[in-house]
Structure formats: structure tokens, C-alpha cells
């Protein structure tokens, strides 16, 4: 089993849905991602707050075995971030971001950390993800997400980045932003020319499908659920369950990575049932079992 470095941020999220609105709740991409893959391994959180960040909240990530020591306090403002869903969840609108400490952050990574062999770019500033990456001696696996605001306006650093990844893992909004190609294979086949990684193209509630360089194409759904609460966090929880099983296994071929998906698929069901990190600090091991089973006997079909 190894362990798994992730860099991105730790917010305070204010979240609008057609249902309820919650003001500043604990979020970021790091917060998701480590909140799922700490079901499966040992984290190590690469991050920056600000001196009004909770105490409670460190207890709880030191109480989930999410290592802190590269965890910076400063004395500025935590990053915040405030957003919208439509009546249809899969569509959210960003109404503000601050990035705050975020532009003093300088994503040292502590000394205890650099040989890590798996790690996780969450989404933050790509010049940040690629300091990350120098300081590390021999990354084996690099996964690497990313949203609109750096697809807009840090392109170039975005491409460096994705020379050094192994996976590129991103939404279908963020896809046909990058390609402007409204068909998902066309939009896929353009990305992949960008470095040599696997793509995976996460679709929100309809589930996420798997590129290879080599041609492979996996696709499954998304877990059917009746109450979506709040999908924030869907797409770093599933890189979570995706990156933490692949850790776990200490293994990489198609199918492996298949599964992967699938764990990735169902920590996420998890997480958009409740607000902020409510469903994945509850979330135990048996949950995970028990949905995997559930869509195992929703998926299968006996060979013909
Ligand atoms: P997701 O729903 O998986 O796309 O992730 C949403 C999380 O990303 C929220 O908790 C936000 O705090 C965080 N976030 C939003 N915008 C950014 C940004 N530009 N850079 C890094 N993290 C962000």
C-alpha cells in the first residue's frame, strides 16, 4: 500500500442549490479528494489556510489519518469559494472565488514527502502543481485535475504540467473548454494529443468514461441516486476512491484501473449526499462494499 501526496486547496465553500444554501462550509479540492482516498491509504496533504480555518477541522483531518506537516497556517484568509446549481445539478455556475493565502502559497513539500510515489494534483493554480513535481525524486503515478478558472487563465502552464501526468482527470464542461468540440470522443481524441496520460472524463450524474493513448475506451454510469444533496466535492471524491484504490493495489494495467473507476465512482455517490464533507466523514469501508456490490448486480451482463 502507498501513500498519496495531494496538493490543492482547502476552502470554505458557500454552496446555493434549488433546495438550500449553506454559507461557508468546510471544501476544497484537497479537502474532498483527501476525505475518499483516506478510506483506502495514508494522505499527505499539501495545502494553505489562513489563521480563521477551525481548529476542529484539523482535529478531524488528524483524527481521518490525513497527515498535516505540509500544511501551512498563514496569517491571511482561508480561500473561499461560492457557487450555484441549476434545478438540473449537473450544471453549476461559479458566482465568486478569492483566492486569499492561495497567492502567497508556496507549495514546499516537506522533506518527509518527496519520495512519495503517488500523487495528486488537485485543482489549484498549475504553477503550483508543477512546483510539487520538481521537488518530488520519482513519482510513479500523477494524476491531475484541473477547472475553468486555470483552463482560462493559466493555460500554458496547464500543458507543462500535463507533459509529467500519467492521468488527466476532468469534467465533460472543463473538456469542451479545452477543445471547444461539443462531442465527447472528438474532444477526448484532442485532449489526449496534449501529453502521453490516460484521460477520464467525469459527467457528473451520468457517470465517466476512460481514454487511453492506446485507443481503449471504458465507460460506466453513475450510481443511480435518489437525493442529490449537493454535488460539490464529486469530482475530487471520485479521483479520491479512484487514485486510493490504484495506491492501495500498488498496480496499474486496464483492469485494475477499470475498478478503480468504479470506487471512484461510488465514494462519490457518497459524498453528493450530504453538504460539505458531512457523507464522507461518515462514510466506513462496509458502505463502500455494500454499494460496489449494488452496482456490480446493476452493470452486469453474462457473456453472450
Ligand atoms: P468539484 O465539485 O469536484 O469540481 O470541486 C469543488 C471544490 O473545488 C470546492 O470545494 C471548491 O472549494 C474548490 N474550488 C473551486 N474553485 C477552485 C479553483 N479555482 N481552484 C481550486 N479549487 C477550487
Given amino acids: ?11 470554505f465553500d458557500s454552496i446555493k442549490t434549488q433546495q438550500k444554501e449553506v454559507n461557508e462550509v468546510l471544501g476544497g479540492s484537497a479537502t474532498f479528494f483527501a476525505m475518499a482516498a483516506r ?28 497527515d498535516l506537516k505540509g500544511l501551512v497556517i498563514s496569517s491571511g484568509r482561508t480561500f473561499r469559494w461560492k ?10 455556475h461559479t458566482l465568486e472565488t478569492q483566492l486569499n493565502v492561495l497567492e502567497e502559497f508556496k507549495a514546499d513539500v516537506p522533506a518527509e514527502y518527496r519520495k512519495t510515489k503517488y ?9 503550483l502543481q508543477m512546483k510539487v513535481l520538481d521537488q518530488l525524486e520519482s ?6 485535475d484541473t477547472m475553468n478558472l486555470w483552463i482560462e487563465n493559466a493555460r500554458p502552464d496547464l500543458e507543462e504540467v500535463l507533459q509529467r501526468v500519467n492521468f488527466f482527470i476532468i469534467s465533460e464542461e472543463e473538456a469542451h473548454l479545452l477543445t471547444k468540440e461539443q462531442n465527447i470522443i472528438r474532444g477526448a481524441r484532442q485532449i489526449l494529443k496534449m501529453g502521453k496520460f490516460s484521460l477520464i472524463i467525469k459527467r457528473g450524474g451520468y457517470g465517466a468514461i476512460l481514454f487511453t493513448q492506446r485507443g481503449e475506451v471504458f465507460a460506466i454510469p453513475a450510481f443511480p441516486l435518489e437525493n442529490v444533496v449537493d454535488p460539490t466535492g464529486a469530482g475530487d471524491s471520485f479521483a479520491g476512491g479512484f487514485m486510493g484504490y490504484l495506491a492501495a493495489q500498488e498496480r496499474m494495467d486496464l483492469e485494475t484501473v477499470q475498478r478503480a473507476m468504479v470506487y471512484g465512482n461510488i465514494v462519490a455517490s457518497y459524498a453528493v449526499e450530504g453538504f460539505s464533507i458531512e457523507a464522507l466523514a461518515a462514510l466506513t469501508r462496509e458502505d463502500i462494499r455494500e ?5 456490480v448486480r446493476m452493470t452486469h451482463l453474462s457473456p453472450v
Fill in 1 to 11: 500500500m502507498s501513500s498519496i501526496l495531494v496538493i490543492g486547496t482547502v476552502a
Fill in 39 to 66: 478510506q483506502f491509504t495514508d494522505i499527505q496533504l499539501v495545502a494553505i489556510v489562513g489563521q480563521d480555518f477551525p481548529k476542529q477541522y484539523l482535529t478531524m483531518f488528524e483524527e481521518s489519518e490525513i
Fill in 83 to 92: 457557487g450555484e446549481y441549476e434545478d438540473n445539478m449537473n450544471v453549476r
Fill in 119 to 127: 500523487v495528486f494534483l488537485a485543482n489549484i493554480n498549475p504553477h
Fill in 139 to 144: 513519482p510513479e503515478l500523477v494524476c491531475c
Fill in 291 to 295: 454499494r460496489m456490490r449494488q452496482f
